[in-house]
């Protein structure tokens, strides 16, 4: 498992260094070369470009691309344009070397998962599996807390699809809500995995070596996203990272 760095509520860093661009070179020179590039952290399509770009020239990688684009919600139901941009999202990660596409898949309203969420999901996931296979890209899903009392429907949808192109996002923070059984079968359909600043600042290390040792075992060798909220200066953020190092390797 390796660590990378969501740009996520990184602003105060990024104004202080100049920009996120400039934050994010000084921190591949301190050694955390690997990015997860949140779309809300940017300003718009062109610079995500410039971004790669930049830190492609720097020694850096943008790992994981997260966006806003809502699976169940928007025009989706009825608009093929809606997954014709996620299709060009699928293939802009390809041609720029980014394996990890994180995308919502959130009831509208932030309602409770229905029958019907899961079968628009569903069509919709296996509406985008030829692209993602084409260009060598995972999706991981992003859902809400409903979705994890209905856990047994959402695996059994990721395991009717048959394609580890295709998985979820696990929260290590949900995780603790869910029985180990579960989580062991959960495992091997997790193509992300997020931790946030908050839990690695007063973790339980118990619990993290449990995940990780579950995640290991099902063969998981993908990235751990920290995604932070109130970070003070790159001292904070080093030791952060530190910090899950340390869990994940003992």
């Not at 084409?134 to 695996?155: C, F, G, H, P, Q």
């Amino acid at each position: 498992m390796n660590i990378c760095i969501n740009t996520l509520n990184l602003n105060k860093l990024a104004s202080e260094e100049g920009g996120l661009e400039q934050l994010l070179v000084k921190l591949v020179g301190m050694g955390f070369k690997n990015v997860e590039l949140d779309e809300r952290s940017v300003k718009n399509r062109e610079h995500i470009q410039q971004i790669f770009n930049i830190l492609r020239e720097n020694g850096g990688n943008i790992v994981a691309l997260a966006l806003r684009l809502n699976l169940l919600g928007g025009d989706v139901k009825s608009n093929e344009k809606y997954l014709n941009e996620v299709k060009n999202w699928i293939r802009f990660c390809g041609e720029n070397g980014c394996r990890i596409l994180r995308l919502k898949a959130i009831p509208e309203k932030g309602g409770e998962y229905a029958e019907k969420d899961f079968n628009l999901l569903y069509r919709n996931l296996l509406n985008l599996l030829s692209a993602v296979e084409k260009n060598n890209v995972k999706i991981s899903i992003d859902t809400n807390e409903s979705a994890y009392l209905k856990l047994e429907r959402l695996m059994g949808m990721i395991e009717d699809i048959g394609s580890e192109s295709i998985g979820l996002t696990l929260n290590i923070k949900d995780a603790k809500n869910i029985d180990d059984k579960v989580v062991e079968k959960l495992a091997p359909l997790v193509n992300h995995v997020t931790v946030s600043q908050n839990s690695l600042n007063n973790p339980e290390k118990g619990f993290f070596k449990k995940v990780f040792n579950t995640l290991r075992l099902a063969f998981y060798n993908g990235y751990v996203s920290i995604e932070f909220a109130n970070i003070d200066n790159v001292e904070d953020l080093s030791n952060c990272v530190k910090r899950l190092e340390e869990i994940i390797s003992n």
